[in-house]
C-alpha cells in the first residue's frame, strides 16, 4: 500500500450530507472482476448529463477543484452499502484524503485499506472550512498525518483524532493481512481452543 | 462484571490484543457473493495465498443474477464475467456454492439462515452491509469490504475496533398488520441514518420476543439502515427450534453442547448499554418512506412533511432535495401518493412469511391499471414453499410476476429497474437516488402495504381493508 505522510492539496467542496455509496458508486459498475478504473465512474448520476457530457452545476465539475486531492463533504459520508467500490472510485479519481464531521462505519474501515485518509472534524470545524472553501475556490490544505493536523490559509485548521494502529500502518503503508500474519502461532492457538470448546462448528 | 451478549461475543472470540495494534476477532461463518468477491481472491492469488477454513464458506450468486428467462445466457457480457469468476474461483480453492442452477440457490442472507449455517455466539461477515440479518439468530453479523474479506479467507480473523452498544426497547405489542419491516423504518426514523453509528444494536423487549425469528431476521437486516455495525436479538426457544435439523445445525451430543452455550449468550441482568433507546410497540402504525433516505419516513395516516418541519437546517436542505427528487409536494397525504410499480422480495423481505401475508391481501384482488407487480422469491426454497402452498397462483391470478430468485430491484443490478421517473412501492431496504434505477422513486414498505398499493394503484392503510 502506498504510504501517507503529508499532503498538500486543493480541498474540493461538497456540501451534502449522507452521501451514500449509491451515489459513489453506482451499481451498474459493480460488476467488473477488477480493482481498478472505477475513477471514472465516480458520481457517475451526478456527473454527467445523460448524453455523457459533464453536468456543470456538479460541485466537482468546477474547474476550480479539478486537481483536488482533498474532499471536504457533509455529514455521514459514505452511507449505505459495504462496496469498497466506493473507496476504489474515490481513489483512483484522484482523492487521498476525506473531511466530514462523520462517517459510516464500513466506508470509513474501507478508507484505510486503500490509502484515504478520513479525517473526523466537528460540525463547527467542518462548516468553518466549508466557509472558506466556498470563499475561495481553489484554496491548499495541507494534511499531516504524523503530527495528526490539518492547517489551512485562513487558520480554519486543528489537530485531528486517529486510532494509532491506523496511523502507523498508514504512515508505513503496512499491508493488513501481513501483520496480520506476524499472529499466525497466535491464531493456530485460538483454533485449537476453538475446536475444543466448540466442537459442533467443526463436525 | 455483568455483560451484553455483544461483549460476550466479543471476548469469546478476541484472538490477539498486541500493542499499538487493533484487536484480532476470530470469523466463525463468512458469507459470499459474486459482486464484493472476485477482487479478493485475486489479491489471494496474486500473494500466493490459500484459503484457510474452506468450510466456514458458504457462496451463492445472487446480485446480478437474471429473474426471469434463467436457461438463456445472461446478455450482459461484464455481469456473466463477474458470474462465471465467481464460479472458478470457489471451485479452485474448494468452496461450496449454490450457484445459479443450484436448488438451494438464492439471495445469501435467505439462504443461509435456511441451512442453518448461523448459529448463535457466532462472528459472521460478508462483504454485503445486510450481513446484519443473521443478528437475528444472536450472532455478531457485520458487512466487510472486499480488502476485509481476502483478509478473512487468508487468516480467519480482523482487525476490529470495539463498537459501543445501543439498546433499542419496543415495549408492548404490535397493531394488527404492523410488521418487523414497520419496527426497522420507524426506529431509522427516530434515531436517523447516523443514529447507530460506531455501535451494535441489541433489539430487546416484548413485541421483539413475540416476532418470529423470520421478523427478527427483518428487523436485523435494517440496523445498517440505522449506521449501526450490526443488530442482535437474543437467542431463545424460537432460535432454537428454527435451528433444530437444518443441514449445517449441531446434532446428537453437539446439539446439546451447542444449547448449552446459546443459552448463556444472552445479555446479563443489569448490564449496562452506552445508548438507550425506547420505542412503543402500539404506536407503530405502517410505514412509508417519502423521501431519498430511510430516515425519511413516516406512518401510513400522515401527510409528507414540509422542509420548515425541520428545525435542523442539514435536514430540512435534505427534505427540499428529497421533495424534488420523488416529485413530491409537502403536505401531500401519503394515501394520495400514485405508485407504477410494486416490488416484494430481498433480504429484508423475501421469505415466506412476507409471501403469505402479501397473498392473504393480494387474494381475490387486481392488479391496478398502469401498475406493474413483481414477486420475487428470496430463495428456491420460498419460491418452492409458495407454490406448495398455493400462492404463486394468488399472484398471478390477480395479475403479477412470479419470478425466481435474486436479489433483483432491489439494487437493480440484473436488469430489473425502474425507469425514470417511475415510483415504487418496495419491500426492500434503500430508497437512495438511483437506486433501483437511475431517475427512479422508491418508497420503501412491508410486504402487506406493497401488496395493498398494487391492487389500489396507491398506498392504503391496510388496517382499513
Redesign the interface.
Not at chain 1, 452511507?79 to 469498497?84: A, F, I, N, P, Q
Not at chain 1, 462523520?102 to 464500513?106: E, P, R
Given at each position: 500500500m502506498e504510504p501517507y505522510k503529508k499532503h498538500e492539496s486543493i480541498a474540493a467542496l461538497m456540501n451534502r450530507?449522507?452521501v451514500?455509496t449509491?451515489?459513489i458508486i453506482?451499481?451498474?459498475f459493480?460488476?467488473?472482476?477488477?480493482?481498478t478504473g472505477f475513477g471514472i465512474h465516480l458520481f457517475h448520476?451526478w456527473r454527467f448529463n445523460e448524453d455523457g457530457s459533464d453536468n456543470t452545476d456538479f460541485e466537482l465539475n468546477k474547474p476550480a477543484f479539478k486537481d483536488a486531492h482533498i474532499l471536504v463533504a457533509?455529514?455521514?459520508f459514505g452511507?449505505?452499502?459495504?462496496?469498497?467500490h466506493a473507496?476504489w472510485a474515490i481513489a483512483d479519481y484522484g482523492f487521498n484524503t476525506i473531511i466530514s464531521s462523520?462517517?459510516?462505519?464500513?466506508f470509513y474501515?474501507?478508507c484505510f485499506?486503500?490509502s484515504i485518509l478520513p479525517i473526523i472534524a466537528t460540525k463547527e470545524q467542518l462548516a468553518s472550512l466549508m466557509d472558506e472553501i466556498a470563499a475561495n475556490e481553489g484554496v491548499r490544505f495541507v494534511v499531516d498525518l504524523e503530527n495528526q493536523e490539518l492547517t489551512t490559509p485562513a487558520g480554519n485548521g486543528f489537530k485531528f483524532e486517529i486510532?494509532?494502529?491506523?496511523k502507523?500502518n498508514m504512515i508505513k503503508g503496512l499491508d493488513?493481512?501481513g501483520?496480520?500474519?506476524t499472529?499466525?502461532a497466535?491464531?493456530d492457538q485460538?483454533?485449537e481452543k476453538?475446536k475444543q470448546?466448540?466442537?459442533?462448528?467443526w463436525? | 462484571m455483568k455483560k451484553t451478549m455483544y461483549e460476550k461475543i466479543w471476548d469469546?472470540h478476541l484472538?490477539?490484543e498486541?500493542p499499538?495494534?487493533?484487536p484480532?476477532l476470530?470469523v466463525?461463518r463468512h458469507l459470499m457473493h459474486e459482486?464484493?468477491s472476485?477482487?479478493a481472491f485475486?489479491g489471494l492469488r496474486l500473494?500466493n495465498?490459500k484459503v484457510r477454513n474452506p468450510h466456514s464458506i458458504l457462496a451463492t450468486m445472487d446480485?446480478?443474477v437474471p429473474t426471469k428467462d434463467r436457461d438463456l445466457p445472461i446478455a450482459?457480457p461484464?455481469?456473466k464475467?463477474?458470474i462465471e469468476?465467481m464460479a472458478d474461483n470457489c471451485q479452485e480453492n474448494g468452496l461450496n456454492l449454490y450457484d445459479m442452477k443450484n436448488p438451494n440457490n438464492g439471495v445469501i442472507h435467505i439462504v443461509v439462515p435456511e441451512h442453518g449455517f448461523v448459529?448463535p455466539g457466532?462472528v459472521v461477515v460478508c462483504?454485503?452491509?445486510h450481513?446484519a440479518t443473521h443478528g437475528a439468530f444472536g450472532a455478531l453479523a457485520?458487512?466487510?469490504?472486499?480488502?476485509?474479506v481476502?483478509?478473512v479467507m487468508?487468516?480467519?480473523?480482523l482487525?476490529q475496533?470495539k463498537?459501543k452498544t445501543m439498546l433499542i426497547r419496543i415495549d408492548g405489542a404490535l397493531s394488527k398488520f404492523a410488521s418487523a419491516k414497520d419496527i426497522a423504518l420507524a426506529i431509522t426514523g427516530k434515531i436517523g441514518?447516523?443514529g447507530g453509528?460506531?455501535h451494535v444494536i441489541e433489539y430487546a423487549g416484548e413485541a421483539i420476543t413475540k416476532l418470529s425469528i423470520e421478523g427478527r431476521m427483518t428487523l436485523c437486516n435494517m440496523a445498517i439502515e440505522a449506521?449501526a455495525?450490526a443488530g442482535l436479538v437474543a437467542p431463545d426457544q424460537k432460535t432454537f427450534d428454527y435451528l433444530q435439523g437444518r443441514e449445517f445445525a449441531?446434532s446428537g451430543e453437539?446439539?446439546d453442547?451447542?444449547l448449552a452455550?446459546w443459552k448463556s449468550l444472552p445479555s446479563d441482568e443489569g448490564a449496562e448499554f452506552d445508548t438507550i433507546v425506547t420505542l412503543n410497540a402500539a404506536d407503530i402504525e405502517p410505514q412509508v418512506t417519502w423521501g431519498t433516505?430511510p430516515e425519511q419516513v413516516t406512518g401510513i395516516t400522515n401527510v409528507i412533511p414540509a422542509p420548515e418541519d425541520f428545525d435542523d437546517e442539514?435536514k430540512r436542505?435534505?427534505c427540499e432535495n428529497a421533495l424534488n427528487y420523488m416529485d413530491l409536494k409537502a403536505h401531500t397525504k401519503i394515501t394520495d401518493i400514485p405508485v407504477d410499480l410494486v416490488f416484494i422480495g430481498s433480504c429484508t423481505n423475501g421469505r415466506i412469511e412476507d409471501f403469505r401475508i402479501a397473498a392473504d391481501i393480494t387474494k381475490g384482488t387486481k392488479v391496478a391499471d398502469n401498475v406493474t407487480a413483481i414477486a420475487v422469491p428470496g430463495s428456491y426454497h420460498v419460491k418452492q414453499q409458495a407454490e406448495d402452498e398455493g400462492l404463486d397462483k394468488i399472484f398471478i391470478d390477480a395479475g403479477w410476476e412470479w419470478r425466481e430468485p435474486g436479489c433483483s430491484m432491489c439494487?437493480?443490478?440484473n436488469g430489473d429497474e425502474l425507469t425514470v421517473g417511475q415510483r415504487s412501492a418496495s419491500t426492500s431496504n434503500?430508497n437512495?437516488?438511483?437506486?433501483q434505477g437511475?431517475g427512479g422513486r422508491t418508497h420503501l414498505v412491508s410486504p402487506a402495504m406493497a401488496a395493498a398499493a398494487a391492487s389500489a394503484g396507491h398506498f392504503v392503510d391496510i388496517r382499513n381493508i
Open positions: 450530507s449522507n451514500d449509491d451515489q453506482p451499481k451498474q459493480l460488476k467488473k472482476v477488477e480493482r448520476d457533509g455529514d455521514n452511507c449505505g452499502s459495504s462496496r469498497e473507496p462523520s462517517y459510516a462505519d464500513i474501515n474501507n485499506k486503500n486510532d494509532p494502529s491506523r502507523e493488513d493481512i501483520l496480520t500474519l499472529h499466525i497466535e491464531i485460538y483454533e476453538h470448546s466448540y466442537p459442533w462448528l463436525a | 469469546s484472538v490477539v498486541a499499538g495494534q487493533a484480532l476470530y466463525d459482486v464484493t472476485p477482487q485475486e500473494a495465498r446480485h446480478c450482459d461484464i455481469a464475467k463477474q469468476t448459529h457466532m462483504g454485503d452491509s450481513t457485520f458487512g466487510i469490504g472486499t480488502s476485509e481476502e483478509h487468508a487468516t480467519q480473523t482487525p475496533m463498537s441514518t447516523a453509528t460506531g449506521g455495525r449441531p453437539n446439539w453442547k451447542a452455550y433516505s442539514i436542505q435534505a439494487l437493480a443490478m434503500r437512495f437516488e438511483g437506486r437511475k
